[in-house]
């Protein structure tokens, strides 16, 4: 790899790079550029070397070969999917402690007030004049505030994941690079931070070269996707749904290539067939030509996705009720006197802003925490399965098909078939040779796959996911989604991914903080739209009245069903249809002058006349819920 000094007219050219990690390729020979203004979005299968292409652009890894050059001057900023801070710094610390110039001046500046050495702090006050570094760090505490930062004194060693990503980024924007190398800046933050980080590099003139799951991020942000596959590169202008078009344009014409040049193949194999003298003086070209369409005739596109059919047990009508439950830690409220019960086939999406308690709530739900108060009552049938964003428990040690058999000796699918552990690990793109590995040294997206394995081999009825896109590629989250839209059991998703949340979820759990918890009919995009809504229609009010507000805004709100209540609805649409079937039946038979026993006849009037009390009370309660949807 090698850096140069020519001005070019875009930001970055990569030539003829490879790598590989021992007889594994992830790239070979791949060649583009990146232009000023770009904003490009990476997108591969896990373990196609996305994260590596990144390190070696950023300078923390060696490519095999190429040259990866860009323009002199350009300053770089580089997120890591997994950001690294000094043991024992403070959040400000940290947060200055990077390669930018100017908070290597604030830097020099703190140490010299600290030392107490007058010279040595005439020398750096002069240095705070030249890069008018005075307001960074007002600066730096008022983006750390906006991140949820706002003890700057307190140790990162103690920081959550969604934490330390925060303020990586914030270290990484108050460097204001010309050009972005973010790796999954999504990661661990919660939905608020996002949709703000995608405004941010929307307005922002920095260029831009990331690798992301999310596909709304993809699509807001991005103008061209650089897709890596079959250890190549394929660039395509337009967003994500453009990328998507052109990839299915592609492989289309793939098939249609190799069939092309199969058939042509099977003439020329004839050929090549007949004894040699029927061939003899023949054109050398023609031999050369099938040779080269016999290789051809080997490259076709062939998807290996995860299959995810494990079988789900059956699910009664009772699932679970959750009556006054409260929990709380210290002054913080996780639930307060919080009561619902499930419907069977429910499907709930669960958001709100990191720290507000969400996956205590889903392990109350388990029995994994306990409540302070209150019962949940968990039907007989219910057979949970947890995907939780802790990861897999298993002995770092052990090889991942000793892992699978430690659980069962066969996995029964949905068609009936069983599978031994190591046929169903290949189900979930674990070769033979991977299968031996040892799982600490699987890649964050095969300890997410096997993770997935483990949940769904022991057929629950009622899955919990508990920020299960961290770590899943594109292709593989689709597939997870057509799976979760097919199961016949409960679902609870806690997420801040909107795309997989919209494709999911019949409703929403809002949690507020304090203890409050909002039941929300839709998905987040509904939500969304519904809080634009209302903030567009609110009035501007004085600052002596702000605290007013949230309850002027609640006692406002227009009343909508409920998840249940929606199902209600539905239902007594079916029943008023049947009701009134069986009354016109009815009626045609006390018309047609037919003869029955006295006491049939008998029922029959009784009933007609209980069927209009019956439709009449339907009726009333359809109109009742009609006006609330």
């Not at 001005?7 to 790239?27: C, P, W």
């Not at 929307?202 to 991005?222: G, N, P, Q």
Request: charged residues 30%; negative net charge.
């Amino acid at each position: 790899m090698q850096n140069t000094t020519t001005v070019m007219a875009n930001f970055l050219n990569i030539e003829n790079l490879t790598k590989s990690y021992g007889d594994r390729l992830l790239f070979g020979d791949i060649t583009f550029g990146v232009d000023e203004g770009d904003k490009i979005g990476i997108v591969a299968r896990n373990g196609t070397g996305k994260s590596t292409l990144l390190r070696i652009l950023a300078g923390q890894e060696s490519a095999d070969s190429g040259n990866v050059v860009f323009r002199n001057g350009i300053r770089i900023g580089y997120l890591p999917q997994e950001p690294a801070f000094r043991p024992g710094a403070t959040v400000i610390e940290a947060a200055i402690d990077s390669d930018d110039p100017m908070a290597a001046v604030v830097r020099r500046y703190s140490e010299a007030v600290a030392s107490g050495d007058p010279r040595a702090g005439e020398e750096v006050v002069h240095e705070m004049d030249a890069a008018g570094a005075w307001n960074y760090e007002d600066r730096l505490r008022q983006l750390l505030t906006r991140f949820g930062l706002d003890d700057f004194s307190a140790s990162v060693d103690k920081l959550s994941g969604g934490q330390r990503k925060r303020l990586a980024i914030a270290r990484t924007i108050m460097a204001e690079p010309d050009f972005l190398i973010l790796d999954e800046p999504t990661n661990h933050l919660d939905i608020s931070t996002i949709e703000w980080l995608e405004t941010y590099l929307k307005r922002s003139r920095a260029t831009l070269l990331m690798v992301t799951h999310d596909r709304y991020f993809l699509d807001r942000v991005c103008s061209k996707i650089i897709e890596i596959d079959d250890c190549s590169v394929f660039e395509v202008e337009g967003n994500y749904d453009m990328y998507l078009r052109r990839r299915s344009e592609r492989i289309e014409a793939m098939t249609a290539e190799v069939a092309r040049v199969r058939n042509t193949l099977r003439r020329e194999q004839e050929w090549m067939s007949r004894q040699p003298q029927a061939r003899a003086g023949k054109a050398k070209f023609r031999i050369d030509n099938f040779y080269d369409l016999k290789e051809r005739s080997k490259k076709t596109h062939i998807e290996h996705n995860v299959r995810l059919d494990a079988e789900s047990s059956r699910v009664g009508s009772k699932i679970f009720e959750a009556e006054h439950i409260s929990k709380r830690f210290g002054d913080k409220v996780i639930l307060d006197d919080f009561t619902y019960t499930f419907a069977p086939g429910e499907k709930l999406g669960i958001v709100g802003v990191n720290g507000v308690g969400k996956s205590t709530f889903i392990k109350m739900l388990q029995g994994i925490v306990r409540q302070d108060s209150g019962e949940w009552n968990v039907g007989d049938t219910v057979r949970f399965g947890y995907y939780s964003q802790d990861g897999i428990q298993f002995n770092g040690q052990e090889k991942v098909v000793d892992a699978v058999s430690r659980l069962a000796d066969d996995i029964r699918l949905a068609d009936g078939i069983s599978l031994s552990p190591m046929q169903y690990l290949q189900r979930f793109l674990f070769s033979p040779a991977d299968q031996q590995k040892y799982i600490h040294t699987l890649s964050g997206g095969e300890r997410c796959r096997l993770h997935l394995a483990t949940v769904l081999m022991r057929r629950p009825n009622f899955l919990i996911l508990d920020e299960p896109t961290n770590d899943l590629d594109i292709i593989t989250l689709g597939i997870l989604e057509e799976y979760l839209a097919e199961f016949k059991g409960c679902v609870i998703v806690v997420s801040h991914d909107r795309f997989f949340l919209d494709n999911i979820v019949d409703h929403l759990f809002v949690m507020e903080g304090g203890g409050v918890v909002k039941d929300f009919p839709g998905n987040y995009t509904d939500y969304r739209a519904y809080l634009d809504t209302v903030a567009k229609d609110e009035p501007k009010k004085p600052e002596s009245r702000a605290k007013e507000e949230p309850e002027r805004r609640r006692a406002e709100r227009p009343v909508k069903l409920s998840f249940k209540e929606r199902k209600e609805l539905e239902a007594i649409e079916s029943e008023l249809q049947a009701l009134n079937e069986e009354r016109t039946s009815l009626e045609a038979f006390f018309a047609s002058g037919e003869t029955c026993a006295p006491d049939e006849f008998a029922a029959r009037s009784q009933r007609y006349a209980a069927l209009g009390d019956i439709i009449d009370e339907k009726e009333m309660r359809w109109l009742e819920l009609s006006e609330k949807s």
